[in-house]
């Protein structure tokens, strides 16, 4: 049974950095796609970025390209995503989940979830 842990998050101050993690078990994850989201109260799951778990390549959300970076250790079956210059507008509980679909931005791809962690950006 695959099961997905965020930890990390936290309570930072504007311009400040957080790194997420999510410890993934439960399975084989070299060719899944470990995606990033987060959602703010009131507002629509976001994907924020994403990584093949077998190559190491990422992509990620035009709202947070060049502040955020998604990496991944195979040995310890974790994902990272660290997130710097942090805003207000970041604010959001943050998921990491797995699909079996390269490449895909939207969550009903995505098969598995975290239960969140919540970051919170003060200004």
């Known amino acids: 049974q695959v099961q997905l842990v965020e930890s990390g998050g936290g309570l930072v101050q504007a311009g400040g950095s957080l790194r997420l993690s999510c410890a993934a078990s439960g399975r084989t994850f070299a060719r899944y796609y470990m995606g990033w989201f987060r959602q703010a109260p009131g507002k629509e799951r976001e994907f924020v970025g994403a990584i093949t778990w077998g190559s190491g390549s990422t992509t990620y959300a035009n709202s947070v390209k060049g502040r955020v970076a998604i990496s991944r250790d195979n040995a310890k079956n974790m994902v990272y995503l660290q997130m710097n210059s942090l805003k207000p507008e970041d604010t959001a509980v943050y998921y990491c989940?797995?699909?079996?679909?390269?490449?895909?931005?939207?969550?009903?791809?995505?098969?598995?979830w975290g239960q969140g962690t919540q970051v919170t950006v003060s200004s």
């Open positions: 989940a797995v699909s079996s679909t390269h490449g895909v931005t939207t969550p009903t791809y995505y098969d598995y």
